[in-house]
């Protein structure tokens, strides 16, 4: 079949390949190509074990691939063949030098343009889809205009905005979409080109354009905002348990004033995932770069208030199981940062059942998609730990439930099974406010909710 178009992407993750497998899904007539370096990867990719958990993810993958969605190694032969080239390759917090743990680690970007620049035989669009620290887009620019002759390479910023867990729905239905570019005419003309790959799907008034620097920040701002919202509710959580007003009755309060909004005022034990803090960081970098010292340090406190309410979390599950958790069996249920999906990268439940671990507790971790990943994130570390998936099986013999992923699966437990079979008193710590804490207590458990008070016979 001879195909309209020809799309590359460079890096198979979580964004990439749901990303392009939607591009592939709504225009059967386009080729849609994904590469990366992790062979593993890729072979998951083409297998039926996808390395990605996301709802309906699979089905569409299944109806595209090896018809007009590839997988594929050579990123060599891909580089060359197409024209039109997203990179979504990883941008992890720095780890080691000049801006260690706060600034982007360009490297995989950097060697990403200079394999573009190498295997190039023609002129090429090539479109940020990493989140990226502002000006980016620069650096790539001068990369690829090294190249000799009469290829040209017109960058444009195309920041994703899906969230992990509804991926599929956010990639069909966005709130928006948006595209940075130069306001010359070639850039144009690019900016032209990739819009019309999104209006195939996308209503018009939703796709938005900016300049490509207005692009790359907003990305990072949106992620702040978002996460600086988790923050300003947990914050309150805090202030909530100490006051006896309740955080749910709070949030509904308070949201229901049209100019906040009552999305994101969800108390809990702070946000995960790969996302929200090393875009902070990186904020908070570019700020301090900058010169605008108290900007970066008003950031910066939406990372502490996060670190501090899982400190708070463990703090409270020792203090209320009479301060010692030495030999006592602690089920934790859910590992992934947020439910619907098998990422943990980020989860709070790293940080949480290491400090459980190092209270010397036994931990038996629940999680229906996400075990896995929770043996790569704990390996190395010392301690008892059992993965087990079934969750009346994780419980039974524990002392207390530790809820810290909202799986919906945990609110249509049989509380009153999962109490029979537990240690006495049965303790019960809701880090995500999920479960009917009223009902719990009836059974027996204690129960300690987050900014709400506590239900305990004790
Ligand atoms: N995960 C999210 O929810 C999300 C949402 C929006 C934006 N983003 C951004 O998108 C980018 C990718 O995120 P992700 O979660 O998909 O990361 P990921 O780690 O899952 O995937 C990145 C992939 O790129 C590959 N890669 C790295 N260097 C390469 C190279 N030179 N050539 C080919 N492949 C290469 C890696 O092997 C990896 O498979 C990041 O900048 C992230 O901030 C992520």
Request: glycine letters at 6%.
């Amino acid at each position: 079949m001879k195909f309209k178009k020809k799309i590359l992407c460079i890096g198979a993750g979580y964004v990439g390949a749901p990303s392009m497998a939607m591009i592939a899904y709504k225009c059967p007539d386009y080729r849609v190509t994904v590469v990366d370096i992790n062979h593993e990867r890729i072979d998951a990719w083409n297998s039926s074990q996808l390395p990605v958990y996301e709802p309906g993810l699979e089905r569409i993958v299944k109806e595209t691939r090896g018809k007009n969605l590839f997988f594929s190694k050579d990123i060599a032969n891909q580089i060359k063949d197409n024209d039109i080239i997203f990179v979504s390759v990883n941008t992890p917090t720095k780890t080691y030098g000049a801006g260690a743990d706060m600034a982007a680690d360009l490297q995989y970007w950097e060697k990403t343009a200079r394999q573009i620049l190498k295997y190039s035989q023609s002129s090429k669009i090539v479109i940020e889809k990493s989140t990226l620290p502002v000006k980016t887009a620069l650096a790539m620019e001068k990369i690829l205009s090294s190249a000799k002759g009469r290829i040209k390479f017109e960058v444009l910023s195309n920041p994703e905005f899906m969230a992990e867990g509804t991926a599929i729905n956010d990639l069909e239905n966005p709130d928006r979409v948006l595209i940075g570019s130069h306001e010359t005419k070639s850039g144009l003309k690019a900016r032209r080109e990739l819009m019309g790959i999104y209006a195939r799907w996308i209503p018009l008034k939703k796709i938005i354009t900016s300049n490509l620097w207005s692009s790359e920040l907003s990305k990072l701002v949106a992620n702040a905002f978002l996460a600086q919202r988790v923050s300003s509710i947990n914050s309150i959580s805090a202030l909530c348990e100490k006051t006896e007003a309740d955080i749910t009755e709070v949030a509904r309060a308070v949201g229901m004033d049209s100019r906040i909004g009552n999305k994101f005022l969800k108390a809990g034990i702070g946000f995960g995932g790969s996302c929200f803090k090393k875009d902070i960081l990186n904020l908070v970098y570019l700020c301090s770069y900058y010169g605008l010292k108290d900007v970066a340090s008003y950031w910066e406190s939406v990372v502490k208030i996060n670190q501090y309410q899982q400190e708070r979390f463990i703090a409270n599950i020792l203090n209320n199981m009479f301060g010692t958790l030495a030999g006592k069996k602690i089920c934790v249920l859910g590992f992934a940062f947020k439910a619907d999906t098998s990422d943990t990268r980020e989860s709070p439940a790293i940080y949480i059942s290491q400090q459980l671990l190092a209270e010397h507790a036994e931990i038996i971790i629940s999680d229906p998609r996400a075990l896995k990943n929770a043996a790569m994130e704990l390996s190395g570390i010392e301690g008892n730990i059992k993965y087990v998936e079934d969750t009346y099986r994780a419980a039974a013999g524990c002392h207390a439930l530790v809820i810290l992923t909202d799986w919906d699966l945990y609110r249509r437990l049989d509380f009153r099974k999962i109490y029979r079979s537990m240690v006495k008193p049965a303790f019960l710590f809701d880090g995500r406010n999920i479960i009917d804490h009223k009902k719990c207590f009836s059974i027996g458990f204690n129960v300690y909710p987050i900014g709400k008070k506590a239900l305990t016979h004790l």
